[in-house]
């Protein structure tokens, strides 16, 4: 699950908002370089950026996954997680770990299609919603926002 994980983050992230409209602005400043007089190398140069723009907009969520996902499997092992909810802390249990953290730590609460996120600083809790084993998916919302007040 992992891995699906990460492209779901990377797909609803708004970096990849940045690249189409810094391709999109590049092309277009090109465009007028060219035609106010500029030499052709730097309207070319300026397109070939414009289209790193374009590729990194495209693929490059790809590189950040397989990054994150080697980092992820360090750290957790291949193994799926198990998160339990306590009335003052999260504990993740893995393979390789037992992790707590406090609601309060919580900065954000993102929901994409199929998960929950719950962002940390850097780190995030990566929650399935079809991964509920008790409770109900429908309270989990009004649940976590209730205990994570920094969200």
Known sequence: MAKEALHEIFKSNKK???WLLASLLISIFAVISLIGGASFWYAALTFLYAIVCLFMWFKGDVFM???LYKS???IY???AQVI???NEQIEIKTP???LTKKYNQITRIIETQNLYLLMIKRQVII???NG???GDINNFIPFIKGKCKNA
């Open 77 to 79: 092992g291949e193994s």
């Open 84 to 86: 339990k909810f306590y």
């Open 132 to 134: 509920f084993t008790s």
């Open 72 to 74: 992820f499997q360090k």
């Open 127 to 129: 929650i399935g919603k």
């Open 16 to 18: 990849r908002v940045f």
């Open 65 to 67: 996954v397989t990054k």
């Open 96 to 98: 390789l770990s037992i």
